[in-house]
């Protein structure tokens, strides 16, 4: 009885570190940002659209089920923000950029196709707040912006990967399903939101 234990022990041992070596792989990535938040809503003249790009980082976990088509789940913080446009109060034609900075915790689940070293991927991501920074000048054209930023926003990626031994590259553009701000105040008319949108390069290092 113990031997048939151990053996299926053993042969159990192999067929998960032969599955390992087949389809699963484990690996570190890290890059850059490229991001920015686009204003939708009400702004009573007081808030404008920025098209200014905020760099930031990221870095975390990949792994990797399947080989020329594999789902790739990744656990990311990453460092996000952009810039906005405020009017001078009273109707002033004169206006102020603001930056706003946001870090969170991302959880993309990719689906891909792979084609000798070349990797096609895509599917929705999950983004947990962790901290945000606004500039304080900016409460004077809204008291509650400091509160405007959800814990949880929901988006999509999509991008090219290219892997060279055990190193690889994506991009990725990253866009939002869900809003990731909210400015709302009545007594000034504004009820605008924030959909937050990257490009991301990465460069990743396969462990095993």
Known sequence: ????????????????????????????????NFA??????SLANIYEQSTATKTGYVGGLYMRFGEKVF??????FSAK???????????GTSSKTFD?????????VLLGFKVGPIRLNAGPVASFKVSQSIDEDLKTYSSNVSESFKNAAYGYQAGVGLDIGA???????????????AISDLTKNVNASQKGNLW??????RLF
């Open 36 to 41: 920015q938040l686009k204003t939708e809503g």
């Open 100 to 108: 706003i900075d946001y870090t969170s915790i991302d959880v993309p």
């Open 167 to 181: 190193f690889s590259v994506d991009l990725r553009y990253e866009g939002s399903i869900s809003e990731v701000s």
């Open 81 to 91: 923000g952009g810039k906005i446009n405020a009017l001078q109060p009273v109707g």
């Open 200 to 205: 991301q390069l990465t460069a990743g290092l």
């Open 71 to 76: 789902i790739q789940p990744e656990l990311l």
């Open 1 to 32: 009885m113990k031997k048939t234990v151990i053996l299926f022990v053993a042969m159990f041992a192999l067929s998960v570190a032969n599955l390992k070596a087949q389809s699963f792989r484990l690996g570190l990535k890290g890059g850059i």
